[in-house]
């Protein structure tokens, strides 16, 4: 199976395998911003934590050939119960980020969400990714709302994601960290 795979990744055998390779891969203040968390990473850790106490329950013996991953979620079915969370800014990680990931999503059938910071016209994003979501961050008048769900709305998007977890900015340490280490003078 490994033949298949460009040379790149034919090392990355498990999930794990992503962070080492993206740390050689990409420049230091991105990598900070993608592998970090806001503060001290306290939540981060817990949460990471909680999902690693849950584990696969093997049945053997049991007929598989006729299982499926497919979900309905808001009245459709995808492929598998989960799909591309949104993540602000991803066009400075690839060239047109959030369009590559738009379009995976849609070959996997799967949602991606696109994020309300995205460098992307949300427009552009949606015509090349039919499984696509809108991801938001409400402004505070009620104008700027309605413009935004308009627009959304416009552009063909039939889920909105609403993000109410963070009422002011987020500290990302992190950031802070890796930009200054980035550019010590040696």
Partial sequence: MTDTLPRHLRDILALEDFEPAARRYLPRPLYGYVSGAAETSATFRDNRAVYDEYAFLSKCLVNTSQRSQQAT????????????????????????????????????????????????????????????????????????????????????????????????????ENNTRTLRLSFVPA
């Fill in 73 to 172: 979620l808001f009245g459709k079915t995808y492929a598998a119960p989960f799909g591309i969370c949104p993540m602000g800014m991803g066009a400075i990680l690839a060239y047109q980020g959030d369009i590559m990931l738009a379009r995976a999503a849609a070959a996997e059938d799967i949602p991606m969400i696109l994020a309300g910071s995205s460098l992307i016209r949300l427009e552009d994003v949606k015509r090349e990714g039919k499984t696509a979501w809108f991801q938001a961050y409400l402004p505070g008048d009620q104008v700027r709302i309605d413009a935004l769900v308009e627009r959304v709305a416009a552009a063909g998007y039939d889920t909105l994601v609403i993000t109410v977890d963070t009422p002011v900015a987020a500290n990302r």
